[in-house]
Nanobody, 121 residues
Framework: QVQFVESGGGLVQPGGSLRLSCKGS????????MRWYRQAPGKQRELVAA???????NYADSVKGRFTISRDDAKKMVYPQMNNLEPEDTAVYYC???????????????WGQGTQVTVSS
């Protein structure tokens, strides 16, 4: 019923930039907090950035000053702009959001399928 689909991953050189996108399905009527997580091989999934429905943002220390999260509720999208990428940023990036798809349904937490980001020369 509710889906989030990421796009924009790929291979980028160290120091480069990449902008990921995550789009929610059209049946969503309310979007609340939205987040980006990442999981590198052999490591646990970690929270990278978050944005509330009021636009308050929060970042992992490892990406502060390099990543910027933003959202467009009209389009049901959330973006991380990732600058000055480092090899340590290589991971599968996942979109995560709290959403409601009808007024009688409870707010639930949803995950996208993930998109690979590889930072390498």
């Amino acid at each position: 019923q509710v889906q989030f689909v990421e796009s924009g991953g790929g291979l980028v050189q160290p120091g480069g930039s990449l902008r990921l996108s995550c789009k929610g399905s059209e049946n969503i009527i309310n979007l609340y907090a939205m987040r980006w997580y990442r999981q590198a091989p052999g490591k646990q999934r970690e929270l990278v950035a978050a944005i509330t429905d009021d636009g308050i943002t929060n970042y992992a220390d490892s990406v502060k000053g390099r990543f910027t999260i933003s959202r467009d509720d009209a389009k049901k999208m959330v973006y991380p702009q990732m600058n000055n990428l480092e090899p340590e940023d290589t991971a599968v990036y996942y979109c995560n959001a709290d959403a409601q798809w009808r007024s009688t349904a409870p707010t639930a937490n949803y995950w996208g399928q993930g998109t690979q980001v590889t930072v390498s020369s």
